[in-house]
């Protein structure tokens, strides 16, 4: 019986004993291991763990497309012209509600078909030039006796007659590129702006500091900072007023935050978490730090099942590829108030990591582990419902609508646009447009500020037309 499951893999590349952490997919065959070394390949070995995780996904759809269509179809090319179809369209027959090949897809979002395909293009293309596996394609697709032998193949036609789709091209881009493109493609994709930037309400934030980030407490001698938060309060000021990603506050050492005595307010600086400077000597970086001194691997380099996995945007840093990311808060006195949070944090409630599990992250959970992304994720929800509000990005109430507010204030502030693009640590100064985008209610304003400007101007022009 055909099946396609995926798992957590270790691979090993050579003999220094360096592991990587992978997701790979187990067939009815054993390992796919030409997808964990396509993976591991130099060219994507430093792709995101979200980017591997919708690979996987995309291949297994193949996969499971081919096992459901298994003699249906006397050519390889003739199925897969007929896979991206039934990737976007979904399998379903409208009139009976039935599917005989037994997937049941819903149609999808052009889009996210788009970019599926785009995956396991990229996935082919890279098997295509492969001369072992190129080397392993004996038999026809009809009669190739494993998953590997298959893939062999579908790469092989791929090559040949460029089934799959080609990658999105810019209108201007389309005649350019004619020549290239691929035969089998999906439903144009509607033409759109972009999605309304949701951000957290800002006539809320104080209310989600003072009356969302509490903590419970049943010890009668408890004083005023145990029913207090520091820890949440820390780091929703580090969204909110320094438009730090979330995950980027768990990339955050101890020794990142320095104390300005002379303003008495936190200056921050997140350092690359692999590549990033350390302030030991005898370390190349942070990488080398966290293997050397911790048995630790950055956070980015667990894979997106690990608690400890958090993610980089690679942003714009300060001081080269190897330095960091300059914390600007906004207005400048929420720094005082960072600190203030984070002192109190560090003093009253930071649970430290056992000797043994040791680390330097700043942030921990309550066994003095690195706090991860889904704990903060669930205590977020659980601050903003405190205060009455849904937890929902329609709204802006979730962790990333904190940036977006931060940057509608730098916006609304008229600062120049390259201090705006330094804040935001964006590579391009064109980065920043989507903080501009009018919401639903700045559009509401404007209109009815519109209808009293165009009343009062017809008013005007009614009492001159009185005097004549």
Not at 363 to 390: C, D
Request: charged share 25%; net charge positive.
């Amino acid at each position: 019986m055909a099946f396609a499951l995926r798992i957590n893999t270790r691979y090993v590349s050579d003999n220094t004993g360096r592991e990587v952490e992978l997701p790979g997919l187990l067939t009815q065959d054993g390992l796919l291991i030409s997808h964990l070394r396509y993976l591991a390949s130099t060219r994507y070995l430093r792709k995101g763990a979200s980017w591997r995780e919708r690979s996987i996904f995309a291949l297994k759809l193949l996969m499971s497309y081919i096992a459901a269509n298994e003699g249906r179809f006397e050519k390889t090319m003739a199925l897969l012209e007929s896979f991206a179809p039934a990737l976007e369209y979904g399998t379903i027959n409208v009139e009976t509600q039935t599917d005989p090949s037994g997937l049941y897809w819903t149609p999808r979002r052009a889009e996210d078909a788009r970019t599926l395909m785009n995956h396991i293009t990229s996935y082919t293309d890279w098997l295509a030039d492969e001369p072992n596996y190129n080397a392993t394609r004996a038999n026809p697709f009809r009669q190739a006796n494993s998953v590997e032998e298959r893939m062999n193949w579908c790469a092989y036609y791929q090559k040949q007659s460029n089934v799959f789709l080609s990658h999105l091209n810019k209108p201007k881009d389309a005649a350019a590129q004619q020549a290239l493109v691929r035969k089998t493609q999906t439903g144009a994709v509607p033409t759109s702006n972009r999605k309304p930037t949701k951000r957290f309400p800002e006539n809320e934030i104080y209310n989600l500091l003072e009356n969302g980030w509490v903590r419970r407490s049943s010890d009668p001698k408890a004083s005023s900072h145990d029913f207090i938060d520091y820890k949440g309060r820390a780091i929703t000021i580090l969204m909110h007023y320094s438009g730090l990603r979330k995950s980027e506050v768990f990339q955050m050492f101890l020794s990142d935050v320095i104390v300005d005595k002379k303003r008495n307010e936190a200056i921050v600086r997140i350092w690359h978490p692999s590549l990033g400077r350390v302030e030991e000597k005898g370390y190349t970086n942070r990488r080398d730090y966290l293997n050397r001194h911790y048995g630790r691997k950055p956070r980015t380099e667990y894979g997106k099942t690990n608690s400890l996995h958090a993610g980089w945007k690679a942003p714009l840093l300060t001081d080269g590829a190897d330095g960091y990311l300059e914390v600007y808060f906004y207005p400048l006195n929420t720094a005082k108030l960072f600190l203030h949070n984070f002192s109190c944090y560090l003093k009253c409630q930071r649970v430290n990591p056992a000797t043994h599990e040791d680390h330097p992250y700043a942030f921990t959970n309550s066994k003095g582990h690195p706090e991860t992304l889904k704990n903060f994720n669930r205590q977020h929800r659980a601050a903003v419902h405190r205060i009455g509000l849904p937890h929902s990005k329609k709204i802006g109430t979730t962790e990333h609508g904190h940036r977006h507010a931060y940057g509608y204030r730098l916006e609304e502030s008229d600062l120049k646009p390259e201090f705006i693009q330094k804040a935001l640590h964006h590579k391009s100064i064109h980065s920043q447009q989507v903080y501009k985008e009018p919401t639903e209610q700045d559009i509401r304003d404007a209109f009815e500020e519109g209808e009293r400007a165009l009343e009062r101007k017809r008013q005007k022009r009614q009492n001159s037309l009185s005097l004549i």
